[in-house]
């Protein structure tokens, strides 16, 4: 087994933006079965089961949704430094030096860019929430996010290089990149761009997975590829397209 980063312990959380608040707040609580654990003037945070503060944050601004940054928790506190100095030796940038954050869940955190503009906060020391009991149909955290890139195994050696993850498979068009004993935490696939290609999240079981392929259908939102399991990593899935392309 590949080692686990020595600077980062787990995906903690995605930012978004999207164009109507009102609308993602009813799709990813109503539907979806986040709850909101806070909100500012412009965005939302979501919350799931688990003890994260929020999986999910949604910054609202016109045009279609696109992804602002991907945070990860780090092990320490002297790991923000480590990160900052080996980003920047990898050719990516340090956009904010290691200090307080005033958004909602805290803690400290830097922020960095890889080469082709890629942003991933690095957190440590964020608030934790008490987990939710006896909520079946609940995500519990993300699983992993999946990025797209023009030239994979450039952006694969950064994330080695600069956050010391490692790979756990290779396909054609994927890699899938760990950074703690899930198979993967980070994925990047194949493409002729740097958008989001998709946020995945962790259910309580596969009775949770059917249920909520039935509830998204009801809501008008039918399967876009499932159920069925992946070869890497051996997680079953639905994939669902939702609100905002």
């Known amino acids: 087994m590949t080692h686990a980063s020595a600077l980062v ?23 979806w079965q986040l709850q909101v654990v806070a909100r500012t003037t412009d965005a939302l945070y979501f919350r799931g089961a688990g003890e994260d503060h929020h999986l999910l944050a949604l910054h609202e601004a016109p045009g279609p949704a696109s992804i602002l940054h991907v945070t990860l928790r780090a092990h320490s506190v002297a790991a923000l430094t480590q990160a900052m100095h080996s980003t ?13 954050v005033t958004a909602p869940g805290g803690g400290q955190a830097v922020v960095l860019a890889d080469p082709d503009g890629r942003v991933f906060q690095l957190v440590y020391g964020d608030e934790r929430l008490h987990p939710i009991d006896d909520a079946p149909d609940m995500p519990v955290r993300l699983a992993h996010v ?3 890139s023009g030239h994979v195994e450039d952006t694969r050696q950064f994330l080695e290089e600069a956050l010391d993850f490692s790979l756990s498979d290779r396909t054609r ?6 950074c703690n004993s899930d198979h993967h935490s980070v994925a990047l696939g194949d493409t002729d761009n740097h958008a989001l290609n998709h946020i995945a999240f962790l259910m309580p079981d596969l009775d949770a ?17 499932g159920p069925g399991r992946h070869g890497p990593g051996d997680n079953a899935f639905n994939y669902f397209v939702g609100p905002f392309d």
């Open 9 to 31: 312990a787990a995906l903690r959380s995605v930012a978004l933006t999207v164009p109507d608040l009102a609308l993602a707040e009813d799709f990813f609580t109503r539907t």
């Open 146 to 148: 999946v990025l797209n």
């Open 88 to 100: 920047e030796a990898a050719g990516g940038r340090v956009l904010s030096a290691p200090a307080p």
């Open 209 to 225: 997975v059917m249920r909520g392929g039935g509830r998204m259908r009801d809501a008008g939102f039918p399967i876009e590829w």
């Open 173 to 178: 068009i994927m890699a899938f990149m760990r």
